[in-house]
Nanobody, 124 residues
Framework: QVSPVESGGGSVRAGGSLRLSCAAPEYNLNFYAITWFRQVPGKEREGVSCISPIDGDTYYTASVKDRFIISRDSAGTAVSLEMNSLKPEDTAVYYC?????????????????WGKGTPVTVSS
């Protein structure tokens, strides 16, 4: 099993936008649930959004709903997380995870390999 690769993080002012990307060339991501997690120092990693396999149903936690959009390209090569109206509390390292379903997606269980993540910093 190979780790996914996250990219697209950076530093923005509050209210700005970023688009993260998750790639895993060894997988056709259409057949997997992809969850975006984030982690700040001293806290557990938490899932914030998930896209289900095949049907592409999307899920968001209350903290990011209506601001973040998760999507997958039709070829199944990458999953993006468009982050809008960013807030300082969105500051974290963001990771993507490849699993079988979005069940209990907020919990970092059953993840074989984590990537290095991509850092996001939102200043006020």
């Amino acid at each position: 099993q190979v780790s996914p690769v996250e990219s697209g993080g950076g530093s923005v002012r509050a209210g700005g936008s970023l688009r993260l990307s998750c790639a895993a060339p060894e997988y056709n991501l259409n057949f997997y649930a992809i969850t975006w997690f984030r982690q700040v120092p001293g806290k557990e990693r938490e899932g914030v959004s998930c896209i289900s396999p095949i049907d592409g149903d999307t899920y968001y936690t209350a903290s990011v709903k209506d601001r973040f959009i998760i999507s997958r390209d039709s070829a199944g090569t990458a999953v993006s997380l468009e982050m809008n109206s960013l807030k300082p509390e969105d500051t974290a390292v963001y990771y993507c995870a490849i699993r079988g379903s979005c069940a209990s997606y907020t919990i970092p269980h059953g993840v074989g390999h984590w990537g290095k993540g991509t850092p996001v910093t939102v200043s006020s």
